[in-house]
């Protein structure tokens, strides 16, 4: 995979990529398109990019704030909906006119929401422990909104705070990620080095502190569920054993999604790098099969 920059109206955004951007795609493998979570960066799917490579033209992006990716402006924060916009973005840059889209967590959700606004963009959605945006009932709308703005005004008071937090070493930052995911350190070596920039002898995380504040405002149950209920395309959910329980709750039903499947693999919200060999195996059985 090769360093790429997807250049935005506004911003830049880092990716990684088995192809050129600037040449017509000459082979007929599928293009899979790569979104990470919360917190994330693009390096969460390496080890399923080692299996996937030979059968696929690969792509993934930091999104706006993580990785390498540039941070939105300082007047601005990360409103869920405009994460929709910048991977429309992507894909208008892309040399193909449509892509199987592979999401983790806060990326899965992105995807969900991206394909029911231009289906003729996506030929397939697989979906790893997310799948619909989150929800609350009208009534907490108020406190909601509260809640996001109090968030707002608490990172502002401890801006240059956070900026100026260091870790002595690689491994100490290493170690904090593996325990904030309850993973091996050997999952997450890749993610990290990632996430973190040295300067002076010390380490600090690259990603935007702003991502940390609390959204203004969520979707009802009614809105997502007229997301997830207008996807034509097929969609492939992979869910960890001991990930969110709610991803394993009928959610075909409780959406009315049109052709919907799952699978339950060994680990938790992160089964994708606890268990790569799995997982890729499980995209390349609902991708390959379905093409021409």
Not at 239 to 248: A, M
Request: aromatic content about 8%; hydrophobic content about 40%; overall charge negative.
């Amino acid at each position: 995979m090769e360093a790429i920059t997807f250049r935005l109206a506004e911003i830049e955004l880092a990716g990684l990529a088995n192809f050129s951007l600037s040449a017509p795609i000459e082979n007929n493998k599928p293009v899979l398109l790569f979104l990470h979570g919360w917190q994330d960066n693009a390096a969460t799917f390496s080890t399923l990019w080692q299996r996937l490579d030979a059968d696929f033209n690969l792509v993934a992006i930091d999104l706006p704030g993580h990785g390498l990716s540039q941070s939105r402006s300082e007047d601005n924060y990360y409103h869920f909906f405009d994460y929709i916009d910048d991977l429309h973005q992507v894909i208008l840059q892309l040399p193909v006119k449509s892509v199987c889209l592979v999401g983790h967590s806060l990326g899965a959700i992105i995807s969900s929401c991206y394909c029911a606004a231009y289906p003729e963009h996506v030929e397939r959605l697989i979906l790893i422990e997310g799948l619909a945006p989150v929800v609350e009932e009208p009534a907490l709308a108020v406190q909601r909104l509260k809640q996001g703005l109090k968030s707002r005004q608490q990172y502002r008071k401890q801006r240059e705070r956070r900026k100026a937090r260091a870790m002595v070493s690689f491994d100490e930052a290493l170690q904090l990620r593996a325990n904030v995911n309850g993973l091996p350190t050997a999952c997450l070596v890749s993610v990290v080095e990632r996430a973190t920039v040295e300067r002076d002898g010390k380490w600090y995380w690259r990603h935007d502190h702003r991502l940390r504040c609390d959204s203004l405002y969520r979707m009802t149950l009614s809105q997502a569920q007229a997301i997830m209920s207008s996807i034509e395309v097929p969609i492939y959910s992979i869910v960890g054993s001991h990930g969110f329980p709610i991803l394993r709750d009928n959610p075909q039903q409780k959406y009315g999604i049109k052709q919907f499947s799952q699978v339950v693999v060994a680990g938790g919200h992160h089964c994708h790098l606890e268990q790569p060999d799995v997982v890729s195996d499980c995209i390349q059985g609902f991708i390959s099969p379905q093409r021409d």
